[in-house]
């Protein structure tokens, strides 16, 4: 069964600072990978995905995602985090059944 | 700006009422979903449609039913409304081929 991990319930980091929000999956076949952000009383909005070819996908507000097949991970990353990027981030997969499932989700929280 | 509906945004509502949540896109999407999104902020698949007349349901047991009649509508409908069914829901939809999904903004249900 098709299944994501985001093993951190929130993530703390200052304004300015590097950011990372880790995701690992579980699926048969190829993977397609996808991230989102959502915030407060919002719908999810769609950052970036991974289907095919280069490892590092660049997605929208800066943010950028690493596929690690080896790992089976699909981490978010952003060089220099705003406060304005403060919400909720939810990591999802899409295996051969077409059903989009999600992470738990991660708060993330970026201090001035 | 994805063009998927949801109405109502939010809806408080009695014990035992009928109530139907609804979801329109026009983007011609076979692929449609609904989650249900816990207040601590997990998404569960409850329901999803690959196409007109296509219903199953997802990951997450629920006492709710949808309908896919045309394309671009997917209600869903609780036919006798509980405390516990309080909770965010949010449609979304996909085009063919792995693409990203598109979400709605959400209705908050709060049965008292």
């Known amino acids: 069964a098709q299944s994501v991990a985001q093993p951190e319930d929130q993530v703390n980091v200052a304004e300015g600072n590097p950011l990372t929000v880790k995701c690992t999956y579980s699926?048969?076949?190829?993977?397609?990978l996808f991230w989102y952000v959502q915030y407060p009383n919002r719908g999810l909005q769609f950052l970036l995905k991974?289907?095919?070819?280069?490892?590092l996908v660049k997605g929208s507000y800066g943010f950028e995602a690493e596929f690690n097949k080896s790992q089976t991970s699909f981490h978010l990353k952003k060089p220099s985090a705003l406060v304005s990027d403060s919400a909720l981030y939810f990591c999802?997969?899409?295996?051969?059944?077409?059903?989009?499932?999600f992470g738990t989700g991660t708060r993330l929280q970026v201090f001035p | 700006e994805a063009d998927i509906y949801q109405t109502p945004r939010y809806l408080v509502i009695g014990t035992g009422k009928k109530i139907t949540l609804e979801c329109s896109q026009t983007?011609?999407?076979?692929?449609m979903y609904w989650y249900q999104q816990d207040p601590g902020m997990e998404l569960h698949l409850i329901h999803y449609?690959?196409?007109?007349?296509?219903?199953e349901k997802g990951d997450l047991s629920s006492e709710s039913t949808v309908s896919r009649i045309r394309t671009e509508h997917f209600p869903l409908t609780l036919e006798s409304a509980r405390p516990s069914h309080t909770s965010q829901y949010l449609c979304?939809?996909?085009?063919?081929?792995?693409?990203?999904?598109?979400f709605g903004q959400g209705t908050r249900l709060t049965v008292v």
């Open positions: 979304a939809s996909s085009a063919p081929g792995g693409g990203m999904a598109f």
């Open positions: 699926v048969s076949g190829n993977p397609y």
């Open positions: 991974y289907i095919t070819g280069d490892n």
């Open positions: 449609s690959y196409g007109v007349n296509s219903t």
């Open positions: 999802a997969v899409r295996a051969y059944t077409d059903k989009l499932i």
């Open positions: 983007m011609g999407h076979d692929k």
